[in-house]
């Protein structure tokens, strides 16, 4: 795999044929130079796509000792989890992270990267779920993504998300339930987690009868959405759901309770995420466990192999496990 560095303020001046502080003066507008000198920095500048920022640092030859992180949103408990964890041992290695949340907005996201690229941060974790993002291809920092397929150079640490859509579906054929209700984020990505839906399908079989329904995850905390969706629940006779991620599971649980349907007893609603507050404090809602410390140690590991330019680290599936009430 190509590995790209971040250009230094040395790998400009080398370029244009001129010294370190003749840079620093174009770049600062300090000083008479002339418009050729000008002009062969900033052509080098674009041509290495060097971002003027953090200069100091670049001026000493040293690491800027930051990471970025990007991810949907930090309301949802498994992001907040998954960047505490990464931040805490990025801290233990000498490192700080920049946070950024770029929802469902591509341009926020591409500022984002900018910013980042512009504050030299070594590198990037990023779990977008946006699509369509040239930077991604195109940028020159190390990305590691989690659980998202962003670009052909952009390596995943992903989780074995057949088996936690398989263990979902096997739990609630086990449970019973023959009408079955599957929530999918309107996702086109080709994301691994696209294969929740395989391993639930596959568990499922002819066992029961499968029925899904598309929504966008942001909109999903707008009641009339969720009472849509129990209005569905009731006029289908669905007796599980599998919903998208414990958010949406809860929330769908509260408003099947509030429509007077019981939980599990009428209808079994199943999450996905298994964060530890939602552990804490839902013990009932049965859902998969991601690994979130081992996934931050993954993608630290290969972000990291990434910027030494080292051969990429051994990445297999992450396991899941199924939390199940008691």
């Known amino acids: 795999m190509e590995v790209f560095m971040v250009a230094k303020l040395s790998d400009v001046a080398e370029l244009a044929g001129v010294s370190v502080t003749t840079v620093s003066r174009v770049i ?10 000008i002009d062969k920095v900033h052509t080098a500048m674009r041509e290495l796509h060097y971002q ?3 200069m100091a640092r670049s001026l000493q030859g040293k690491s800027s000792q930051f990471i970025g992180l990007i991810f949907p949103n930090i309301q949802n408990p498994f992001f ?8 805490q041992l990025l801290f233990e290695k000498g490192y700080k992270v920049i946070i950024a949340t770029s929802a469902n907005n591509i ?4 500022q984002y990267l900018q910013m980042l690229a512009a504050n030299q941060v070594e590198g990037i974790i990023t779990s977008s779920h946006n699509l369509g993002i040239e930077s991604y291809s195109n940028s020159l920092l190390p990305i590691v993504a989690y659980d998202r397929h962003l670009s052909d150079n952009v390596p995943i640490v992903s989780e074995d ?6 263990l979902l579906g096997n739990y609630l054929v086990s449970q019973g339930a023959k009408n079955l209700l599957v929530l999918n984020d309107n996702d086109q990505s080709i994301s691994p987690t696209s294969k929740r839906y395989n391993g639930f399908v596959d568990a499922v079989g002819s066992k029961s009868k499968i029925s899904t329904l598309d929504f966008d995850s942001n909109k999903i905390s707008e009641p009339n959405i969720i009472q849509d969706i129990v209005k569905d629940i009731q006029t289908q006779n669905i007796d599980g759901v599998f919903a998208y991620n414990d958010i949406m ?5 509260n408003a099947l309770r509030t429509a007077n349907i019981r939980v599990p007893e009428d209808v079994i609603v199943v999450g996905y995420d298994g964060s530890p507050i939602v552990q804490l404090l839902h013990p009932d809602l049965p859902t998969i466990i991601q690994p979130i410390h081992e996934a931050a140690q993954r993608l630290i590991e290969v972000l990291f192999a990434e910027i030494n330019q080292q051969s990429t680290v051994k990445n297999d599936l992450l396991p899941v496990t199924l939390h199940e009430p008691k």
């Open 28 to 37: 600062n507008s300090y000083g008479s130079l002339s418009q050729k000198t």
């Open 52 to 54: 003027p920022n953090a």
């Open 80 to 87: 907040t989890a998954l960047a505490s964890e990464i931040e």
């Open 107 to 110: 341009e926020k996201e591409q």
């Open 161 to 166: 998300n057949y088996q936690g859509g398989f």
């Open 249 to 253: 599971a809860i929330q769908l649980q």
